[in-house]
């Protein structure tokens, strides 16, 4: 069994920590929140450590990200091993491991995808790396991962930042799935032909060609809330989508689906709509349309 | 000048009526609203008109228009010619032109384009039907349309149904083209980037390659209210988008566009959305991704 | 065990006889073909049946259904039961229960799932119709639905026409989802970021989000194909992702996932399109844009 | 009369100048080429302007236009003023109003609009910078523009970067426009209910909501050809579609007409589409629907 550093604790670190102890690993974990890491500081993480260390980055992407791989730059010696299993954007990648590689120090960019459900389930791996670093992680990737033959839910996807990218589109992919099913959901609910809609979306599981782990989750979703009438239709997005509909206009890769659902969510956090209010304002100029104007409150 | 029977006295009749006036031809106008009409019933406006007798029809689309050409079937003769110059869908011109017919009544289908607008400047005209039904109709079509070549504001688009198909494909393009015009004042408004949104879409009137007579009309809007912040966003849609989707759809013909307008104005409408609601659910199950519920006031 | 007429030997009907026989069903089956089926014809079939017959009808949606179920509304006899399985639009539905009612004939309409892998797999089963009609087959459906919970591969999803929705929406589903997934392969193919696309299409199988049956099949189609270049991108369409569409502007859903799927198989299957055709002209007038021509040749 | 240096005389550049000296500016002209220009260097033209001078760049976005600056940096004196009026990205003028003022020479970004109709009609401009540098420049603006108010084709859009930005913006919205029209040609075209389609686009010149200049030219390519069928159904874009998309992602603005237009024409230009190539792939895989195969030659 080997020995892991492992910086943020948070909804996704904290369950692989488990599920790496429960394969046997040595983990040491630091976290900001000093109350759920093992060691207090990245410094008393890097003295925690053998060397030659790994250390897995799974903090928020972006800057801290970045600052966190620019302290291990300094905290960490040649021969160790940093691996970002963020969702940081690929593009950070090259600096990252440029960075690092002037202290010695190799780089791994990890897609990680699984949600809440991989501390149990374990959890699907893009990586961007070198082989050589690809297989001292290996130990790791292996306890991470679900059961199953590796290549089914591990791949070695390229250099770096391939993992990062792989999970990039993985997320743009995701965005279109989920708003695949939202959409038909939508229309079974408005049209009423169908008198059980839980029913029949429960009915997708076996035999059909939509089943998939998100509709199991629809399931769910539909059990504790049959017309999911608690939540309200309001979705964030966190960058992956937006990544993903910029890569494909760069590579001129046409992304209808994935665009989209991205702008559905973009359109279901807004109260008002700027757009629709031009597009109100020219059918009363032309046709004298009425229209919804807001009321004054005397 | 020439008599024409004008049923109808709505937004779009009214005005016809006088511009059709204003170029010397007697109209006799009726309307179910008495107050407005020159006759009280279609047997007055029957009566009043000398054989061979030009009857135009005005009134809403779909059952309203169809009851009255039923009802025009029997009080008028062989010899008589119906138009109906409302918003019909295409389809529902076969069954008119057949009822006709049967009476040995001919028939056109007129779109009529301009909006409230129409009376001073001028409507745009497309018709279905025979020849020389279009021929004993031209005084009133030459009276309705703007100055200038005919052809410019003028088509016999073809036999009977082609003058609404082509009506309901312009009103398909209107979509786009609004909506093209709303997402750019959308970006602009949300960037900030442009200090002055309102004063660079007025400079788009002269010389730009997107000056049209549409963006005439939101630089008259923004005119009257430079954040169009007294109207809601909530957009109506009257039909014409939702049968030319259906027709691009019957014919294979891509229309991510004018899907997208029409899809923009059923979302203007939701106060909620099912569909982001389960985009929400699944968001939560998979990620724990932190979601709005509904206020219970308790 | 029970018995059961099935109608239509194609490469469903003849999967479905094969599956329900294994379960230890008594089928007669009836093809056009008559070297495929037990019987040489609807009169043989609905003889060799004793009453009260079930016939299950598995032939092309539209007129070869509808001519179907009307020669078995005069061969069958008051208390027999017709079952369309076939693809039908949902408003066939109502025509043929009142038809088939007439003669006291009983109806149901059922989506059916699962395709060429339903034979060893199951199919996945949404059915409308009375509570009665249904309890009389369900042992033919739990023969052909897969193993596990009823539930989760079988609905009663309403009154008549409610199995083919639901089967309609199902449709409509896949088709956004299988364009989700080949945005995203395509944008993975054509950055060249990701050095080994097979790879880590495989790897989401197991512990992502994304994983699906239909992302199984991708896997095994790259398998065979690790470019998919034996195949070109023209892909047909069936008539359920028209008919979702229809529902969807029909009932004021926004649907531009599926649409943008819809869209993107017409687009796929034009040599040219006239469309852009013109945006090419309109580049060409307002910026003197080269444009390509089309080669003559001499 | 006041004097201009103008680098650049391409298709917009040559036109600017003659309509410039039209006006009665003294206009010197560098270009590449050196035929078409009025000195042999950026050195010539900087000794042939009295200071303090004024250098209108008219060069292709991106590093033509960098460079261009950069050399104008060093060979223009304080006081001077530097004008973008190319496609620039609006990013790119910071560091250009940078790199300029460090040598007390002043910028203004000019989004330019008209295409080779402009030379006779006038161009409509956006400007950003300083309310001085534009007082200063506007003898040329109004040269420029075409006759009528001033403010309706031009405005002070705000500050560095806020012309490019609303040009940006502008052509984002001509995509969107021109696939309205193109979408709505093709159903005229594909549904053959129309017999005339060059006719009823003639007909919507006067009069209709949809009329523009966009039209207009639709208008005279139909009029050379009225099946556009010289043309090949193949387009470019340009980079401000693209970043129009870009932007509206980055705030979060709902851009479905536009990113809808720029991918039709990422589309128009593929051969065969590794995307619909999958979509084939699975409807193999699952239904066993036939798919085309590639010819192989032997």
Known sequence: MAQLGLVGLGKMGFNMRERLRAAGHDVVGYDRNTEVGDVASLQELASALSAPRIVWVMVPAGEPTRQTIAELADLLDEGDLVIDGGNSRYTDD???AELLGRHGIGY?????????WGKDNGYGLMVGGSEAD?????PF???LRPEGPREES??????????HYAKMVHNGIEYGLMQAYAEGFELLDASKVVQNVPAVV??????TVVRSWL???LVRALDEDPELDDLEGYVEDSGEGRWTLEEAVNNAVPAPVISAALFARFSSRQEDSAAMRAVAALREQFGGHAVKTKKVSG
């Not at 690809?134 to 290996?138: K, L, T």
């Open 108 to 116: 791994l960019d990890v897609g990680v995808s699984g949600g809440v």
């Open 215 to 217: 509709l199991e989750l």
């Open 94 to 96: 090259a600096h990252n």
């Open 134 to 138: 690809v297989e001292r992680a290996m």
């Open 202 to 207: 429960k009915a997708w599981q076996r035999g």
């Open 154 to 163: 591990f791949a070695h996807a390229g250099g770096v930042g391939a993992g």
């Open 141 to 143: 990737f292996d306890a």
